[in-house]
């Protein structure tokens, strides 16, 4: 019995049986009843198993009831400000027809949002607003995703969208004359209004014709305005849904198969669809026109007038309100079309211009077509065209079939003799374009030609004047007479120095008694105890160029004079060129308006430009064989960074005029340092500093500082309570962002589309660090779960540096520390960007890892610098400020390659230059700004202007401490702001957070504040000074907002806030953050729970996602990446939400506000919370140079464990400097304090 109930072969014949079976069974009286408690039990089980909305009111006003009236479950007060269009490709990729017309909507309309759904991203959209989420109706959503007609889909789309959203739909080919204030008029309420259309087609007479009758009335359906959720979109949904699935049954076809004629696509989705359905819906609701056609009752009582019918809106000369709709005269959307009396788009009240270049659909629909008089609708319905085409078919009929084959093959041979003649004059045209195409190519060739060779002789003139200059250079003697002046005041051996004077050759080039001269020098010296590094009285050819600071000296007592035959190992680091200029050149290709604006270097010419040139070494060079240092003991490094070579101390000491002396540290260690050193003026300028110099360097363990980042445990997610695991996935609707925040979330508040690019080298770096490592488990679960069209088995791509681990395989896997913050980096990053994928930069083994983060006397104080050498092999080795890469010796900040060290040592060299950048790069991690020198930070910083000037964008957290950083604020009562770097460089986007502060409402944004369970990091650099985008903004802060503290100018060198007795902020500092972005409550899979965790930590990766969207669009339009994007975003706060409440938290009781928010920038959340589409066209509307593959400039490199430099060709330098032209007076490099 329950086989046969079952069976797929026959179950309505198998139940037929069962009931006869049981009917004869029971006895009469039950038999009776037995329909009531059916009923009854059915009416339970709906009651009890039907969704609980279904219940308490449907999530879509109108359902699949085709028969029952339509009456709005809610009318909204206004039209949503949106424009809506549907085109093949976005509006980055139209092509320049395309792009005024559409441009014409935002123009007139700047404070709409504008949105084109295209063929990559519509069904996603559907999806997002008709599954589960949205509305609910999977019928629909498969009824779209199966539709392939595209007109089909594109009519249904348009009533899909504005039942979701509503707003006004324009199709691509439309133009806007008139702004959308104006299409309604004066006279009436908008509130009283739900729906806005236009007479298309007003000829009546021909209703009886056998093609036109079916579409010789109509309203246009091009464009139309609608309030969301009105029961007529729906209506008209359903319809389109019912008409095809019956047509699809007719064909016994699927409806992705069913063969439609132009005819029918009119009547069952077009303009006659659109029609007839309002038309339909105005009847339901007894609608009649509005008294007086002005403002008031737009509907009443069921009419006894009749139906409403077409002959209502025939020959309208004004606009009717019926029934809450606006019909407005055929001249408003479908001016000068050449019938319906349907006027010109010069007249007062057209208020759009179809221009019909994307109405190719009917070509792939056929219609009925005559085979000699072709088709009626060629008429234009012109009457006596249409009645001429109708009595010449007529006619046709009446001929036999040789007469009627001769016409047709008459007006073929025509209409081949036509399409000959065009094609003819469309060569003619090719060709006479070709030929002007090159004549221009000709031309430029040759003026570029003319450029090259008078580069090139202007190149020989410069040379042969350096060779003459050069000739003319004395050289011998002089050189040392300097140094005989310095001894002649400290000497009475004048007899000694004469005759020294006259034993040293003139001639040039002679250098065989330099070392006699040194050793003379050397014993004057010792006779003499010394003393010329006191000296006052220097000779003009030399300049001290470091002497040893009084706080240097803290913690260390000089001891004994260093012996003169000490072999100390000497190196001369030299200074880095053009810095001054890079940051000029980085200014002028991220303004705007600059005709440089995108020229983006590549790898090689940034190396070069930065480069010493070699004259400098080899001037260098020539000072030190001058003084005694044969040119076989001097060595130079790859990439022309350093001299270095060997000498006795006694040699060091004449060529320097120096003291060395031994120092030692309180803790017991020893180093060997001079007050104070000179060098000849002429080779100062490429001396950047020299070692052993004027520094001590402690080789004692010190503890490290705590870097900031997302620990699940760490007091820094929330410093009020301890963060504990969820227990289990919570149920998340579009009412619960305000709880948990997810993508979907992310994307509703900042109104930013699905992803639907993935252009090839635009993937999206994440650096992670500190021994903390993602999950492949815990993406797959968090990808099954939140954002399913992420298949499992989505990572990252793991470029690792120097040893280090990327996923950790389980969360107790020994190796690698499965941690919050990678896992919650990817998860926020990922589902904004995909298919776009993510970079892994995982930087050191897993000894310095661990020791960094778990060993308090860990020598590695130092962060970033590993990664910078991955994707820069000149920043291994070059030296600035005193600091220098690939430090070996004891005491330097950063890990040395290979490492010793075990378990988990890397045993490979450090790794310089063996990845490329992505263009944009995500750091969650922050450092104290006083825990790091001074000098360490800025060279990192000339880093990222390096980055920049290859079209790289670097994203920083600014850190969940408010104004106080990390640990305890600086200064005797610990009251002292001090932001956290690397954000507080000025080329890194600083990044704050918000939270969502009130309850959500269904696809609307939130209002948002600055996180209050921990402070939006903020504040100014003490390193820094104020670069001069943000300048204008800083000052409007001050002078707007009042501050109950004030501020300081003293300089600060590192964590020495000694000098600072009054202030509590650092005033002319960089200001940060730049820009905030959602930061708190954000849903995370991790160690196999779910978490919400909070901190800038979020917002830096939204942040990071949201650039690599814009990139993806500029590749697509053949521009370049963003690189610097400060001044843009500056220079268009309109594409920000301002955050104008609340502040961040100071440093103790007595300041515990912090900075407050205010109107603009401030330093709780910077610029403010992105607004997507705006931003975009910020970020698109600028004139850009593309490399070749339109990437950070350096082509992709191979994989490698020595750094290199390319020598740059001669003249390049220079070329790429004189390119750029000369700065301007606001574009100044950013001053280090």
Request: proline letters at 7%; aromatic letters at 8%; hydrophobic letters at 35%.
């Amino acid at each position: 019995m329950l086989a046969k109930l079952t069976s797929p072969i026959s179950p309505t014949l198998a139940a037929t049986h069962l009931t006869a079976q049981l009917r004869n069974r029971l006895p009469t009286q039950l038999r009776r009843s037995l329909p009531f408690y059916v009923a009854c039990a059915l009416f339970i089980f709906v009651f009890f198993h039907a969704p609980a909305k279904l219940l308490t009111g449907p999530s879509i006003p109108f359902t699949s009831s085709l028969s029952s009236p339509s009456q709005p479950a809610r009318v909204h007060p206004d039209f949503p400000p949106k424009i809506w269009q549907v085109w093949k490709m976005d509006p980055l990729h139209f092509d320049e027809r395309d792009h005024d017309v559409s441009n014409s909507w935002v123009e007139n309309n700047p404070d709409y949002r504008y949105e084109v759904l295209t063929d990559g991203n519509q069904e996603r959209y559907v999806e997002f607003h008709y599954g589960p989420q949205g509305f609910n109706r999977p019928d629909i959503v498969d009824f779209f995703r199966n539709v392939q007609a595209a007109i089909v889909k594109s009519d249904l789309l348009r009533y899909l969208v504005m039942y979701a959203e509503g707003g006004i739909y324009a199709d691509i080919d439309v133009e806007a004359i008139r702004p959308l204030n104006k299409f309604i008029p004066d006279r009436y309420d908008v509130k009283d209004i739900d729906m806005v259309i236009g007479v298309e087609i007003d000829e009546p007479d021909w209703k009886d014709h056998a093609i036109l009758g079916s579409k010789c009335m109509s309203f246009c359906q091009w464009t139309f305005m609608c309030k969301p959720q009105l029961p007529v979109m729906m209506r008209l949904i359903e319809q389109v849904m019912a008409w095809l699935n019956k047509v699809a049954k007719e064909q016994k076809v699927p409806i992705s198969n069913v063969d439609l004629n132009f005819d029918e696509i009119i009547s069952g989705t077009g303009p006659s669809a659109f029609t007839n359905a309002i038309i339909a819906d105005m009847n339901e609701r007894g609608a009649r026109p509005a008294a007086g056609s002005g403002p008031g009752a737009s509907s009443g009582p069921p009419s006894k007038q009749g139906p409403i019918t077409w002959d209502m809106f025939h020959d309208m000369r004004e606009s009717k309100l019926i029934g809450r709709v606006l019909v407005l005269t055929v001249e408003a959307f479908a001016a000068n079309q050449g019938h319906s009396d349907s006027g010109a788009h010069e007249a007062r009240a057209a208020l759009v211009r179809h221009h019909y270049h994307a109405s190719n659909w009917p070509s792939r629909h056929h219609r009925f077509t005559h085979p000699v008089y072709g088709q009626v609708e060629a008429c234009n319905w012109n009457d006596d065209c249409v009645n001429t085409w109708t009595e010449n078919v007529e006619r046709f009929k009446t001929l036999d079939e040789d007469e009627q084959k001769r016409l047709i093959a008459e007006h073929e041979r025509e209409m081949q003799e036509q399409q000959e003649a065009e094609e003819k004059a469309r060569a003619e045209e090719e060709e006479r374009r070709a030929r002007e195409a090159e004549e221009e190519q000709r031309k430029a060739e040759e003026e570029k030609v003319a450029q090259w060779r008078k580069e090139y002789e202007e190149e020989l003139r410069q040379k042969a004047e350096q060779a003459k200059v050069a000739q003319a250079k004395t050289q011998g003697v002089g050189r040392y007479d300097a140094v005989v002046a310095v001894v002649h005041r400290r000497t009475r051996w004048l007899g000694l120095i004469d005759a020294l004077r006259k034993s040293i050759s003139r001639k040039a080039g002679d250098k065989m008694l330099a070392s006699t001269w040194a050793s003379l020098v050397s014993a004057v010296l010792a006779v003499t105890g010394g003393g010329l590094a006191a000296d006052t009285s220097l000779p003009p050819t030399h300049r001290l160029h470091e002497r040893h600071l009084p706080h240097w000296g803290k913690h260390w007592a000089q001891k004994d004079r260093v012996p003169g035959s000490t072999l100390l190992p000497m190196r001369i680091g030299l200074k880095q060129s053009n810095l001054d200029k890079g940051a000029e050149l980085l200014m002028d290709i991220s303004d705007p308006h600059s005709a440089n604006y995108g020229k983006h270097l590549t790898a090689d010419e940034v190396t070069d430009l930065f480069a010493p040139s070699q004259s400098a070494a080899d001037q260098v060079i020539d000072w030190l064989t001058a003084a005694g240092i044969h040119r076989s003991r001097i060595g130079q490094s790859v990439n022309k960074q350093w001299i270095q070579f060997d000498a006795r101390a006694d040699e060091v000491e004449a060529l320097l005029l120096a003291e060395y002396s031994v120092w030692q540290h309180s803790s017991g260690s020893t180093d060997v340092s001079c007050p104070a050193y000179h060098v000849p003026q002429h080779v100062q300028e490429h001396i950047d500093y020299i070692t052993p110099g004027t520094r001590m360097r402690q080789r004692t363990k010190h503890s490290r500082p705590t870097v900031e980042r997302r620990r699940l445990h760490s007091p820094m997610v929330d410093p009020h309570k301890q963060v504990a695991p969820l227990p289990g996935l919570p149920q998340l609707n579009a009412s619960s962002c305000n709880h948990y925040v997810t993508a979907v979330c992310v994307r509703v508040q900042y109104e930013i589309p699905l992803g639907s690019k993935a252009a090839p080298g635009n993937k999206l770096g994440i650096f992670e660090s500190d021994d903390d490592h993602y999950s492949k488990a815990d993406l797959d679960v968090y990808w099954s779960n939140l954002e399913k069209y992420i298949p499992n088995g989505t990572y990252p791509e793991e470029r690792l540096v120097d040893g280090a681990v990327g996923a950790a395989e389980t969360p107790s896997d020994p190796a690698a520390l499965v941690g919050a913050e990678s896992n919650l980096d990817l998860q926020a990053a990922q589902p904004l960007i995909w298919p776009q994928q993510t970079v892994l930069f995982q930087e050191d083994d897993q000894w310095v890892e661990w020791s960094e983060y778990n060993d308090p006397d860990t020598p590695y104080l130092g962060f970033w610098n590993t990664f910078y050498d991955a994707i820069d092999g000149s920043y291994c080795t070059h030296s600035a400020y005193g600091q220098a890469g690939d430090c070996t010796a004891t005491g330097c900040l950063d890990p040395a390659y290979p490492d010793p060290h075990q378990p988990g040592g890397y045993n490979g060299t450090l790794q310089c230059g063996v990845y490329r950048p992505t263009p944009v790069i995500s750091m969650s991690y922050a450092f104290g700004e006083n825990l790091l020198p001074a000098a360490y930070l800025r060279r990192q910083c000339d880093e990222v202007l390096k980055l920049g000037l290859q079209g790289v964008t670097v994203v920083a957290s600014s850190g969940d401490g408010g104004v106080g950083g990390i640990a305890n604020c600086p200064g005797a009562h610990h009251q002292i702001f001090h932001p956290l770097t690397p954000n507080t460089c000025p080329y890194v986007l600083a990044v704050g957070s918000t939270e969502l502060d009130r309850p959500a409402t269904a696809a609307r944004r939130l209002a948002e504040v600055p996180t209050r369970r921990f402070g939006s990091g903020g504040g100014f650099s003490n390193v820094f000074a104020m670069p001069d985008y943000q300048a204008r903004a800083v000052r409007r802060y001050f002078d707007t907002t009042p501050l109950n503290f004030t501020g300081y100018t003293e300089y600060v060198d590192g964590n020495d806030f000694a000098n600072v007795t009054t202030g509590l902020y650092h005033i002319g500092g960089r200001g940060l953050p730049d820009v905030a972005a959602v930061g708190d409550n954000f849903l995370i899979h991790s160690n196999g729970s779910w978490w919400s965790v909070g901190g800038t930590s979020v917002s830096a990766p939204i942040w990071g996602a949201l650039l690599t969207l814009v990139n993806e669009e500029r590749l697509a339009a053949n521009m370049s990446t963003l690189g610097f994007v400060h001044p843009l975003l500056y220079a268009h706060p309109d594409a920000f939400t301002d955050i104008t409440t609340g502040s961040n938290p100071g440093c103790n009781a007595s300041y515990s506000n912090g900075f407050p928010a205010a109107e603009g920038w401030d330093p709780v959340t910077g610029l403010g919370t992105p607004i997507y589409p705006k931003l975009l066209r910020a970020l698109m509307d600028v004139r850009s140079h593309k490399t070749k593959d339109g990437l950070p400039a350096g082509g992709e490199r191979e994989r490698v464990t020595a750094c290199h430099v390319v020598n740059m060709k001669p003249g390049l330098r220079d070329r790429i400097l004189a390119s750029h032209g000369q700065p301007r007076s606001n574009t100044t490099r950013p001053r280090l304090l």
